[in-house]
């Protein structure tokens, strides 16, 4: 992308510079995206393509070194790399970087490109939950941050992200995109929080260490829930959970002990019968009087003896309880995605003006050091004039308007719209290969 040159100014006012249009959006024009996320990759060729925490740092201390203005945003489905571009080389360069972390020379079409203002909509709809796997899920606004913090972006690349954040946070908080749970893990969760929302720093434990349990106890964090046990048949991936969450960890035999003290039990296993009976609850019950126990039995099949419904202050939510709320609430935030893309496009215009911002800030500084030069010049010729002091006030003050409105009418005299060279990338493509507006 060519970059207007700049001449040198002189001091007497003569032809400035050809600076860039306060119109033009050459500064959304640079930016990049490279991503592989679940729109391109299966399950499969994204977990060979996932970044570890040390690869990813590796790679940010790669961007930092080359001095790219970039941020790497990388979370469960999604490797997505943004940057301003400094020109062809650079960004053949950068490609080279990313290939080389994620092992990107896989099959053809998991690699995807979008460049300009395609990028700053895709990012919008990411940090709106439009581009996620649970359509509106929230958890990615913290992981856009996270990857801002994490990376070296320059004010560029960092204000395209924080324009971002701004835009997710308007759309949750002026639609409905985030409203009700929309997983039957988040279902389960919100279900068994808002039972005991009530309760003093309440106890939670989760049976199952695997994706719908690690979930479960993620969105039971988002609900405020602190005090979480994860239980599982194999000790060592109850403890791998419990560490990626900043929880405990428990093995499955100290589960009679835990409903004891439990307020709370989220029941996400594959198991042949139910590892929670009646017998076990009774037990538990007996030992508490007076405290309420709510169950939530995510398995297929059921994991949580049914009978345990006519014991005494206990509460069970399975599966079938669930799905017609997830569905309803999946209805509801469809209906949202509209007024969602309405709060983008404003948000849009909002970056837009920015960057007209940031391309003006240079043009005034040279306006106002040229301003400078030409006052300083006439102020010496006035001296040196044998005038009165209403002479030299009335020629002075001429002659600076005369010469300093001469710099911006210059400057639109010769700068003209400049068009510029397409990136040569290819655009972003949705699932069925069709080209995107910028959604993955």
């Known amino acids: 992308m060519p970059t207007p040159a700049h001449a040198s100014s002189p001091a007497d006012g003569g032809a ?3 600076l860039v249009r306060p119109g033009s959006s050459r500064g959304l024009d640079e930016l990049r995206l490279l991503a592989i996320n679940h729109h391109s990759a299966s399950m499969t060729g994204f977990e060979r393509a996932a970044l570890a925490p040390d690869e990813l740092a590796a790679l940010h201390a790669r961007l930092e070194a080359i001095a790219l203005d970039a941020v790497v945003l ?8 943004y940057w301003r571009s400094l020109g062809p080389e650079s960004d053949a360069r950068t490609e080279d970087l990313f290939r080389a972390a994620t092992g990107a020379a896989l099959e053809s079409g998991v690699l995807l490109r979008a460049c300009g203002e395609q990028v700053a909509h895709h990012l919008f709809r990411v940090t709106c939950g439009l581009d996620s796997l649970l359509l509106g899920e929230g958890e990615v606004m913290g992981q856009v941050r996270d990857a801002l913090e994490a990376s070296a972006a320059g004010d560029f690349i960092s204000g395209v992200f924080r324009a971002a954040l701004r835009c997710g946070g308007c759309a949750r908080s002026e639609t409905a995109i985030g409203s009700g749970a929309l997983s039957i893990a988040s279902a389960g969760a919100h279900r068994v929080a808002k039972s005991i929302a009530g309760i003093g720093h309440p106890r939670v434990v989760i049976v199952g260490a695997g994706e719908t349990g690690r979930n479960a106890a993620r969105h039971l964090r988002s609900e405020g829930v602190e005090r979480l046990v994860i239980v599982n048949r194999t000790l060592e991936r109850a403890v791998s959970a419990a560490r990626a969450i900043g929880t405990e960890a428990a093995p499955l035999e100290a589960l009679p002990e835990l409903l004891r003290d439990a307020d709370g039990v989220i029941v996400a296993v594959h198991a042949p019968a139910p590892l929670i009976t009646a017998s076990m609850v009774r037990d538990a019950m007996t030992s508490r009087p007076g405290r309420e126990l709510v169950l939530s039995d995510l398995s297929m099949p059921r994991a949580v003896d049914p009978a345990v419904r006519s014991l005494p202050g206990v509460t069970l939510h399975d599966m079938l309880g669930l799905e017609p709320l997830v569905r309803e609430n999946r209805t509801r935030r469809e209906r949202e995605i509209p007024r969602v893309e309405g709060v983008i496009q404003r948000e849009l215009e909002q970056l837009r003006t920015w960057t007209h911002q940031q391309l003006l800030r240079p043009m005034m500084a040279e306006f106002r050091e040229r301003a400078e030069a030409i006052r300083v010049a006439e102020l010496r010729r006035m001296l040196r004039e044998d005038l ?3 002479e030299v006030i009335d020629r002075l003050t001429r002659r600076l308007v ?3 409105i001469t710099i911006p009418i210059a400057t639109m ?6 068009t510029f060279d397409r990136c040569g990338m290819q ?14």
């Open 16 to 18: 400035p510079s050809p």
């Open 74 to 81: 990388s979370t469960c489905n999604r490797i997505e790399l």
């Open 388 to 390: 009165t002091d209403a």
């Open 402 to 404: 005369e010469r300093l």
């Open 413 to 418: 005299r010769g700068s003209h719209p400049k």
């Open 427 to 440: 655009c972003m493509r949705d699932p069925h290969g069709e080209s995107g507006n910028g959604n993955g």
